[in-house]
């Protein structure tokens, strides 16, 4: 690599400074307005972004490196720590990857001004502080950042369902971010550290609670409430991800946000969340809980689709749909063993792309059309033959299709829960998915003769604007990408997150190298394994094997990826998703999901499961 | 003593966010319970020595971390509790009510009858 050094070692504050400028960037446009340029301007001033992104690649890549960077120098315990490894650089990626697209795709509505970029752009950046973060109280900070701009974009067009969307997420994640700082408290109180690379330091019992055995040690000492420290942050972080006690906020604001905005935030935001989840679990050594994530994440998967399936209104659908991925990528990461937590990514990366693709297609979809219904919607494709290839591709990727992404990172996944009970949902999951999507799909059918089509005059025939043709364009070729390369790319993940390589980075807890030789190896997979202190870059006896065994798992998998018994598999929810989709629009199958999808909960119900899911994962490590 | 009436202001504000109907009331509640939080904090702190962190200390200086974390989650608290009054605000311009039942009713029926 040719890139400067010292790109390397401050990557992780350049990359949250880059959009942060980018916002500046639009902000003067919104101070002087006469300067309508400076929307384009902000999003060339993103791209710096992908070149530190790039220069870095290498060195995480190849040897493992883990860049720690103290921001304003102070690198004694209150100092924030940023810390770049690999999982950190496929978020960041991921987030700038889908920033750029989102921002692109917002250019051709004029509704989208300057101030709009702003909240945008910052949010971006918040969520790149998220990812980067060494320490729990600036993950707050930085998840709030972002909540403050989610809350704004998400009633940007003042629409009551947006307005009370974005009232109904502020409270409940507000709610839930009191819940993390309740957790910072208890961590701050019992262990005296907030930093994420110090934890072992101060408590080096804690990883091994639990762990890929599966054992339980009551918690010594001082960490006693600790349990209850790492639950409370688990519903705090939760609420954004949205698994099943706390999703009721995401349909609404998910399905009332601006399409472009929808995009960012089910394909990245909850994302961002999952990681910060992954992130603290590691670091605590909380493995007790990855057999309760194991049951949400397949109760997720299940009952989510087919609340999608029951939906007529195409974004709220998708919404849905989102929950249930989530519901596939924490039951992924449940599991537990080396593989894991590459499937998890793997499949919050494919996700990512195609639920934007998904979101903006449609979006432009019910732009055109002018309604939102999927009954209603019809010949959606017209002149604009890319919106039926996005929408085709979207919807073959979600079902797990090959050659598609989505086929590969399910594969991983199915490979990785196999043998358990969870096994089976998901496979009925992905049947209903199959199902909602054949749904979607009768959007892009010939307009009825009878003339049931509301399309408002004007806009039915407007062309596709140019920056969403290029997005949807971009997100098609990634997705197809992301399947034909799904080995290379798996294994390259498998890397990244230090499932195999000798590089035992897993997570913070395996940073080896902190400043202050907080030198600990070796956490391969989900779990913190407890390394040998001081072997810096090296992998412990812990992540040796996990090493292997994810070697062992990992490469029959990539070699026989387009074996044609595998692809049959994957052929087959799509059979029963056609019954089940034709039983769904059938008449009396409409009048039934017309009722359920009603059924809103109220905000106080909601509220109540938030208590209920708190006792949940407090009581899990005590059962256990 | 303490530690229960801290424990106390949490739980009202968040049985304020749940219960009350009235939306200025909801974010009252917010702010009550964002306050019961940054008590908790401070009264940690205000255990740990019997003086200001002010250079020089002659006894025991209070722990001052949990002091600068407040002071930024109380920043952060007011810009939400902020944004949330600008959005009830927009919502009872439209439909002239407080009252987040009522609010919630017509905005998911106007979308029945979309």
Redesign the interface.
Known sequence: MSFPVWILSDAPILAILIPMGAAGVALTGKVFPRLRGLRHLAIVALLPGVVVLAGTVGPVFRDGTVVHYALGGFTAE?GIILVLDGLAWISSALITFVGILVAVASLSDRKFDAAYFFFLLMTVAGMQSVVFTGDL?TM??SF?IV??GV??LI?WE?T??G??A??KY??LS??GI?FF??G??LI??DLGT?SMLRILEVAPELPALGGMSGQMLPPAGAARSVPLAIAALCVGIGVRTAFIPFHTWLPEAHAWAPHPVSALLSGVLIKISFLAMVRIVTVFGAGYLLPLFLWIGGVTALVAVFWALMQH?AKRLLAFHSISQMGYILAAWGAGGAMAEVAAFSHAISHALFKSLLFIVVGVAIERSGT??VYRMRAAGRGAPLLVVGLLVGALAISGIPPFNGYVSKGLISSVVYGSPVYLMLKVASVATAASFIKLSMVLLPARPEGEIVAPEGTSRRRLPLAEGAVILVLVLAVTAGGLLGGPFGEFLATMTGAIGGAGSGGLAGAAGAPGAVGAAGAGGATAAAGAPGAVGAAGAGGATAAAGAAGGAAPFFSGLFAPDRIGDALLPLVGGAVVAGLVVSSPGRRISHRVS?F?P???TV??FFVVGLVLFAVVPLIG | VTWYLIAAIFLIGLWGIIAEPNLIRKVIALSIANSGITVMYVYFAALSGDEAPILPVSGTAVDPIPHALMLTAIVVGICVVALALVLVQQLYRRYGTLDMREIEDRVWHAEEHE
Request: proline letters at 5%; zero cysteines.
């Open positions: 209150p109280f707050f900070v709030e909540a403050i809350y704004v009633a003042r009551p369902q307005l009370l974005s009232l502020l409270f507000s709610v009191l700082l309740l910072v408290f701050y109180r907030l209104d939102r219904n009603a809103a109220q905000l106080r509220l109540m």
